[in-house]
């Protein structure tokens, strides 16, 4: 039976039934839970999608990451402390690295469980969670879950995090969140205003956590942006999130980690699971970020496809941030869920709802050169753009 | 002293005639189909033995790190992805044990599960109940949001104590109930189980008792029946099982619970959405439904730990009746005292166990080549022939 575009949005395609077809509805529904939406997880399901939905590294882990997450095979029955390299392994290297001891660092299940463990560790009913609007939801969202209250602080009108109004907003509270470069906007703020920042809530409210998010970290390219690593020195409340599913094209072995204050970092690392970073990403993540060339050059592909992406926007007229990320945050002046919904029917997946610019905002991954090529066809279509420069597929 | 008697050192040449195969640069991928075991010990040679975390000593074994491979096919894009295979381990789980998806949910181990079920039922008026000693992960929690904790200590046997347990559950936000029991490796017939968990219900209603799992599959007592069906039924009791023990995964973090759908939303709630990773939920797919080398893992595993028991036994020294991969065992001294002579010897066993830390060691089981090397090594640590008497 020919599988039509329109299926795939409403129930599994691909291939024979699954096993489990069985359990479908209790799949989808499960899927919807863990935040998907049926649409989207049945669409990405399909294997010649286009996936510029979730930031991901289009061209997987470097070779040498590869080859030591096999190297790891070895030690999958071992907890990862006992595997080689074991989890003290990386944090050594990590403190290495940053010029820091390996008490300033943690590790997390992924960036998100650094993020999901500061909200736990900083914040209470008294003391609230300042962070902007849009931005990475994840702190909020467990906020609210614990029935933390929330200073939500718009980002300007370029998308960028209104960092004067964040400081007004820290005084007594239990954690600042500051996403550099911001998502879903891709805006970056140069080094001197984040270390201003840093310094200004030091003295308006000294027991703030300030949580420094550079997710994006490897993909910036403007000169005035620098890593807030070195704050952490005079600044023992301030912790640096990195992560290694972005860049690093790890999303899927879920490690990442948190750099800051001795004792900062051990009232996080309270929250965070014991071994929670799997021996195979471990092993990975040593040879990852020992690999500057590799880092360079996946920062250049990103931001040659990143620049065609922009372009293409731009010369179509619509307002797009000056991104620094793996992605571009449009204006495409219609509600982001039409969009996303016409793209998913033409195999392409882009970026989900950001309350309050869900009207009129879409957030784009930046896929390899072949893929925005033939995304930008897709949205020529949907967008109605008539062109003689892009053939109509 | 390392291990060396029975491991051999392999090279590339002996990787390649185990099954191995060179792909890209000249680099030798090991024969994770074929000749595992020989590349494992390749990859381990030089290591302490490790029988200090309960680890299989095999690990997943050829169809699952088939399966992770086949992930890192196309230059590993799908180890990039952020992965979608929580609900499809969720349904395989569900298949095999006949329950809906919505009874079952996947953590980063069992360890998370453990952790969020703590958070979803503790707070300071209503606190953690488990016996003493047992594992702590829920205590370290318990401690964390302020929730009281009270620990009962086992019997003579280093059972726990059903009764006193049920009493002190009164009230209770959570009992902890690790069946077997880690460390002290006993196991707690059926029968005793169901008739603890009606009294806690019928005096405590609204306390939820967490029935850690995490052995069973190495359990050899034929009184013993998992309580899966229990939970899918009554609201307030969990069971958490792992594929860090017979399945061999420790290193991939994954772990699963049954629970009424309603117990396992109140769980999720408390819990961090992405912990678990897209080589661990395959490999979990693959081990799922492998019951065959589950029964081979559980033969394995009993053969090594009776020759263990035996051996400390015929020596004078009484482990506990052990249903799982390791035994709890009166050394007659400090553990500290018998861990730091293990060490010396290249051999790590098992950490404190308060209150029991100044005369039992826990031993995990290894293959039985490590154990006949282990024990060999205990004899010189602990001062009794190696041989025993005829």
């Known amino acids: 039976m020919p599988v039509s575009r329109r299926m795939f949005l409403g129930t599994q395609t691909n291939g024979a039934p699954r096993a489990a077809s069985i359990a479908a509805r209790g799949h989808e529904a499960l899927a919807a839970e863990y935040g998907d939406g049926a649409a989207q997880a049945a669409a990405a399901r399909r294997a010649d999608a286009i996936r510029l939905n979730s930031n991901e590294n289009p061209l997987g882990p470097s070779p040498a990451a590869l080859e030591a997450i096999e190297g790891a095979f070895a030690f999958a029955g071992r907890y990862p402390m006992n595997a080689r390299p074991a989890m003290a392994d990386l944090r050594a290297l990590l403190a290495k690295q940053h010029g820091l001891e390996v008490a300033n660092v943690a590790l997390g299940a992924g960036s998100g469980e650094i993020l999901h463990s500061a909200v736990r560790a900083f914040t209470s009913g008294s003391r609230g969670l300042v962070a902007g609007v849009p931005t990475f939801e994840s702190p909020v969202r467990v906020a609210r879950a614990q029935n933390v209250p929330v200073a939500e602080v718009p980002v300007d009108a370029a998308g960028r995090l209104d960092l004067p109004k964040m400081i007004g907003a820290s005084k007594g509270a239990g954690l600042v969140f500051v996403c550099n470069p911001n998502n879903p906007t891709g805006a970056v703020h140069p080094a001197d205003a984040i270390r201003d920042l840093v310094s200004r809530i030091g003295a308006a409210s000294p027991d703030s956590v300030i949580l420094i998010d550079e997710a994006y970290h490897e993909y910036v390219t403007d000169p005035d942006y620098a890593t807030a690593v070195p704050l952490i020195a005079r600044h023992p409340n301030v912790i640096v999130s990195r992560t290694m599913s972005k860049l690093h094209g790890m999303a899927g072995l879920r490690l990442g980690y948190g750099l800051g204050g001795m004792k900062a970092i051990e009232s996080l690392a309270r929250w965070t699971m014991p071994y929670n970073a799997n021996a195979p990403a471990v092993a990975a993540a040593v040879a990852s970020v020992q690999d500057e060339a590799q880092i360079e050059r996946e920062r250049a592909r990103n931001t040659e496809v990143r620049r065609f992406t922009t372009a293409f926007f731009r010369s179509a007229g619509f307002d797009i941030t000056d991104s620094q990320a793996n992605f571009v945050w449009v204006n495409l002046g219609r509600p982001a869920k039409a969009f996303r919904d016409a793209c998913a029917e033409q195999g392409i997946l882009v970026g989900r709802d950001f309350p309050p610019f869900e009207k009129t905002h879409c957030r784009i991954s930046i896929g390899t050169m072949d893929e925005m090529k033939r995304a930008v066809a897709v949205f020529r279509s949907v967008l109605n753009l008539t062109s003689s420069s892009v053939s109509r597929q | ?390």
């Not at chain 2, 390749?42 to 975390?53: C, Y």
């Not at chain 2, 088939?66 to 298949?95: C, F, H, N, W």
């Not at chain 2, 009230?171 to 690790?178: I, K, Q, Y």
């Open chain 2, 1 to 390: 002293m390392q291990r060396r008697s029975f491991i051999r050192t392999l090279g590339a040449g002996a990787m390649l005639a185990a099954g191995g195969h060179v792909l890209r640069g000249g680099r030798v991928l090991g024969p994770w189909t074929r000749g595992f075991e020989e590349a494992l010990a390749a990859a381990q040679a030089g290591t302490p033995i490790l029988l200090h975390n309960n680890e299989n000593p095999l690990g997943p074994g050829p169809r699952a790190l088939a399966a992770m491979q086949a992930k890192l096919s196309e230059r590993g894009v799908p180890a990039a992805r952020y992965t979608s295979l929580v609900p499809d381990l969720a349904d395989a789980i569900a298949g095999r044990f006949g329950c809906k998806p919505e009874n079952v949910l996947i953590g980063c181990g069992s360890t998370q599960i453990l952790r969020s079920a703590t958070l979803a039922f503790t707070t300071p008026a209503r606190g953690l109940v488990g016996g003493s000693p047992t594992y702590e992960e829920c205590g370290d929690v318990a401690r964390l949001v302020g929730a009281p904790i009270r620990a009962v200590p086992g019997t003579s046997t280093l059972h726990h104590d059903l009764d006193a347990l049920a009493a002190a559950a009164r009230g209770a936000g959570l009992v902890f109930f690790d069946n077997p029991a880690n460390p002290a490796a006993t196991l707690h017939p059926a029968k005793a189980v169901v008739a603890f968990l009606e009294t806690v219900n019928r005096e405590s209603p609204d306390t939820h008792i967490l029935i850690d799992e995490a052995y069973h599959d190495y359990v050899t007592d034929p009184a013993h029946e998992t309580q899966i069906p229990l939970a899918l039924r009554n609201p307030r009791v969990i069971v958490a099982r792992t594929f860090s023990k017979a399945y061999g995964m420790a290193g991939l973090r994954v772990g699963y619970a049954f629970a009424h759908p309603e117990t396992i939303k109140k769980i999720r709630a408390q819990q961090y959405p992405q912990g678990t990773n897209v080589l661990g939920l395959t490999g979990a797919l693959a081990l799922i439904t492998d019951l065959e080398r589950l029964e081979q893992e559980k033969q394995r595993n009993t053969e090594a730990r009776q020759f263990t028991i035996d051996w400390f036994k015929a020596r004078g020294l009484e482990p506990t009746d052990s249903q799982c991969n390791f035994l709890f065992v009166d050394v007659g001294r400090p553990a500290k005292e018998f861990r730091e002579g293990c060490q010396k010897e290249g051999i790590r066993v098992g950490r404190d166990f308060p209150p029991f830390e100044k005369s039992h060691s826990r031993i995990s089981i290894g293959t039985i080549e490590e154990m006949r090397y282990a024990t060999q090594a205990f004899a010189r640590v602990l001062g009794v022939k190696a041989e025993a008497a005829a």
